[in-house]
T-cell receptor, first 109, second 115 residues
Framework: DAKTTQPNSMESNEEEPVHLPCNHS???????IHWYRQLPSQGPEYVIH???SNVNNRMASLAIAEDRKSSTLILHRATLRDAAVYYC??????????FGPGTRLSVLP | ETGVTQSPTHLIKTRGQQVTLRCSSQ?????VSWYQQALGQGPQFIFQ???????GRGNFPPRFSGLQFPNYSSELNVNALELDDSALYLC??????????????FGQGTRLTVV
């Protein structure tokens, strides 16, 4: 699986938008871009995924660069509950997740 | 809350002992993967089971083994426990037919402490 690069940590104020970046310069044409988050003392939780086009769901939006070498997870209004470690993962058919250290998001009240 | 259930939630074992961890997958999911998460790190892939057969393995020694049952539930067995095996063990279920275009659902994990 191709590797991803994310900032170690980010900080946001409550009710403000958050943009979490991810670089994946060696992505292959069949890799899907997945985002998961892990709240303290819990297992990872699915957030969103996409292949080429931008995606929206009830939790977040995923913006994918035209060359697919980077993507951004967008939380439109951060809440205290969004404080977590966010993982950007590239997945091929095998679905064996290769987790990096992720981005630890802190949300300030 | 996902439909993936892991048991037990916490476990303390002595070095050299054997342990079995269990996972009930989400309804309709035929693929189960196991991960080890050391404190402060991201989860590391151990292996995956699909239709009762191992279908991929990470960089873990043979003393880590598993099973998948006809109802798609799964077990992770670890023999000859070492102190470094202390970690959170996570189970994830998914629909294999969905390939990479589907999400996985993780359980809450089993916290194993080896003393």
């Amino acid at each position: 699986d191709a590797k991803t690069t994310q900032p170690n940590s980010m900080e946001s104020n409550e009710e403000e938008p958050v943009h979490l970046p991810c670089n994946h310069s060696t992505i292959s044409g069949t890799d899907y871009i997945h985002w998961y988050r892990q709240l303290p003392s819990q297992g990872p939780e699915y957030v969103i995924h996409g292949l080429t086009s931008n995606v929206n769901n009830r939790m977040a939006s995923l913006a994918i660069a035209e060359d697919r070498k980077s993507s951004t997870l967008i939380l439109h209004r951060a809440t205290l509950r969004d404080a977590a470690v966010y993982y950007c993962i590239l997945i091929d058919y095998g679905q064996n997740f290769v987790f990096g250290p992720g981005t630890r998001l802190s949300v300030l009240p | 809350e996902t439909g993936v259930t892991q048991s037990p939630t916490h476990l303390i074992k002595t070095r050299g002992q054997q342990v079995t961890l269990r996972c009930s997958s989400q309804s309709g999911h035929n693929t189960v993967s196991w991960y080890q998460q050391a404190l402060g790190q991201g989860p590391q892939f151990i292996f995956q089971y699909y239709r009762e057969e191992e279908n991929g393995r990470g960089n873990f020694p043979p003393r880590f083994s598993g099973l998948q049952f006809p109802n798609y539930s799964s077990e992770l067995n670890v023999n000859a426990l070492e102190l470094d095996d202390s970690a959170l063990y996570l189970c994830a279920s998914s629909r294999r037919g969905g390939g990479a275009n589907t999400e996985a659902f993780f359980g809450q994990g089993t916290r194993l402490t080896v003393v």
